[in-house]
């Protein structure tokens, strides 16, 4: 299982997020607390959006906690937005294109989970990619995979449809092949305005997913620290598993719904996978 | 331009030809004489017979030149059969798996050159891999995707043909799209017991190969070896550039044309590329 | 906390011991057992005694579960005397020539445990390394320090005493400096004909180290393994924890205590810190 | 040898001096101009003043025309100050502590030249560090140890002086044991508010240096940019070689004197090498 968490609102150093807490993401590096207790160290990134008109990305295959680049960066950079991902491999080699997140002009993707026999189904799922995107596809993953059949199913046009209908076609091209459960994920994907989360498994284990409660909870998570009190109650924190032990911070986002993130009032809604019509 | 040498003879370490000459492999890492004067840096890769069924490989992302573990290596383990290359990259990233050699069971497999706009072509070669090896695909070089057709083709029955084959199909496959001079090449390959090197490309220009003139040939590369003074007549090395500046070691083979070093006689014949009936 | 195993006797594949357990040393870097299930993933190595002067050795900073490399190498390869190492850092950079096992000559040496306060006594330690050796040291850990010390002390000559005095020599710097426990160690020392372990503490907290019974011990870690059942008596494996479940294979070398396999019986025998004269 | 340059004026992106013009720092990394025609190969970094205290450091092993996250980063950020090194190793490994620039404080330092025989001097010079300033050397390359005799001889009170001291005191080192010429170096050092180079040799050969003429010339690199055309005339670039072939834009820094750009006027003075008194 990977680790990811996203973050929308006043701009911060994704140190704050990476570093600065007890359960941080690169402590969960060591090893995560709800899935097992195994290190996610196959591989880290970080995609942030700044000043130029595509995300930034630093993307490594050392494991996060002895990455001494990653600790400069998310020191030195601030962003309004940004997503971070700690792998655990799952049959795809350690390499830095498999790591996340992925990029598509302005649009960052991160994942945790896997299609079950990838590498039965990889073949299938690989033509349906729109062959004008396919170069971009620079790695092995299942995950990148899974970015681009959304983009060719219209992510940049209606995210949310498009990833139901990614996840609804990977279960179908599963179920055609016997696969009975196709699809473990929790999935990040923005395009540097809104930020999309969505939580769904084709069978009964989902890998956790949280969202902090509301602006006062990241405020919380740092009582000493005076700027992150005067964040606006836009801010929130996607995680796949909670940076702290403070009660009522973290809400589970329940399997097969959505989350988004956006100017003005967030939403949650179903996340209903559907095969492209 | 990458470089590339194989052995076939009397077992020696591989650093013989890695390293032990003014000319050798790593030293063409930091740049080669025949193509520029650039470096070939963008990984390595040692590929060896010993005593497995599969062939044994080392490869690494690291420059040559300032890589340990080959040095620790081929000078450790000793092989009457092995190839290694050096690469410089021609568009797609530098990682572990797109390093030379691949394997698949008993074979080995190394190239220079490319594939003309490899991006274009690339999906469509793909969708010709037999999906029974298609997962034997770890990364995502032109070069991988020859090795994995010309397994297609047949490599293990007809090995000349089927490079053949996989040669042609990838002229056909480019000139549907427009592209004047598909493919460029100087491959190396291997089932452990035979090893054959072709050398090939679509327009005027193609990259250099040679061969050693005979097993007097190595002596006279090392004088001073007591050991490989006592080589058999059946040792060869194929180079992509010669190792040393001795005049009458190394011939040229000639573009399109392929030469087979086994058991016995060595063959040189002609090269052909002819597209799967 | 690092991991590390030493193996004397029939010749092996690495693999052997380093993959084929259900708790294998690979399988330890994901999590250990003994100290806390933390991953030991911060390098690795791999020296063994071949057909050279000199040991092979195999280093790299990716965590062991997900290195290709060593997976080749440790199936490739034989020997009769090899030691292999999974580091989890103290302090001192994730860095290849921070990786165990050091080399010196003929001699290689591994290390779990630290140096407390080793950025206060660094300096002080490497004063005392004899200058003609100083620039062997290509990396800062405390570990290949120690090794230095070790050389300067003696070991060619007296391999236990010059670790007593190398162990001696740190206790008695730390204590002038107020370190109140300075040394926590488990070492593996070879010249390629017997192997030294060592087991000890400046305080209470002792690092666990184990050795196997006897040849039957290891015959019984592999019942199915037909070659491994004609395993000679002489075969050992020590190893900072057991490889697998079976009661009856480990035993614990106590504290305070060193353990020598060599051609001919073993020796087991006190380990008494005591600086140079 | 190694390349660097390094920038102070109007915030730029690093990218418009490591990639934008025909013979940038990327491009020199896969050979120079000036020394010979050979990569620079053996890892980078790049250091720049943002908004902390402490610059931001990314250093890494690749050859540079191969990092992905060195190009983002550049494309990225935006900074008044920052240098940037391409390494050529003169005998210590290729690791990502011997990459430049090093940092301690406020302070960057990137070198390119070497110690002659630096092997036989390494321990003595390492001695003369202060002592509390000893642990923050974590990499072994004998530019790093220049850099910290140069912070133990004052950098941050007189750095000129003090860089001086530092050459004289390995001057005189390497006199002492017999080393005809020991220092060949140009340096790069800023606490972020001025920029220090300097250029020397205790032999005949000269490392090159050049510093752009003045904002003018900067400007007339880049005839298209609209952005640089508004550059004031504080901006200044220092390179190892020129960036492009445009006449009259690079000064040479003549052999044996010192160039510090600053608030204000700029200095050329002498550089005269004193051991500390």
Known sequence: MCRWLAYYGDPITPATLLYDTKFSLVEQSRRDRLAGGYPNADGLGLGWYGNRDEPGLYRSTAPAWGDRNLRELANQIESPLFMSHI???????????????????????????????????????????????????????????????????????????????????????????????????????????????????????????????????????????????RFSDEARAIVSEPLGDLPGIWREIPPGSAFIVQPGKDEHVAFTPAPPG
Do not use: K
Request: negative net charge; contains cysteine; proline residues 5%.
């Open 87 to 229: 792998r655990a491999a799952t049959g795809t080699p350690v390499e830095q294109t498999n790591c996340h997140p992925f990029r598509h002009g302005r649009w960052l993707f991160a994942h945790n989970g896997f299609i079950d026999d990838y590498f039965l189904l990889r073949r299938e799922l690989l033509l349906a990619v729109d062959p004008s995107i396919f170069s971009n596809i620079t790695g092995t993953t299942d995950s990148e995979l899974m970015f681009h059949l959304a983009l060719t199913f219209g992510l940049a046009e209606e995210p949310l449809a498009a990833l139901e209908r990614m996840a609804g076609f990977v279960e179908a091209t599963g179920h055609r092949h016997d696969v009975a459960e196709p699809l473990q994920m929790t999935v990040a994907a923005s395009d540097g305005e809104r930020l999309y989360a969505a939580r769904y498994a084709s069978g009964p284990v989902v890998n956790s997913l949280f969202v902090s409660a509301d602006a006062s909870a990241i405020r919380a998570l740092y009582p000493g620290d005076e700027r992150l009190q």
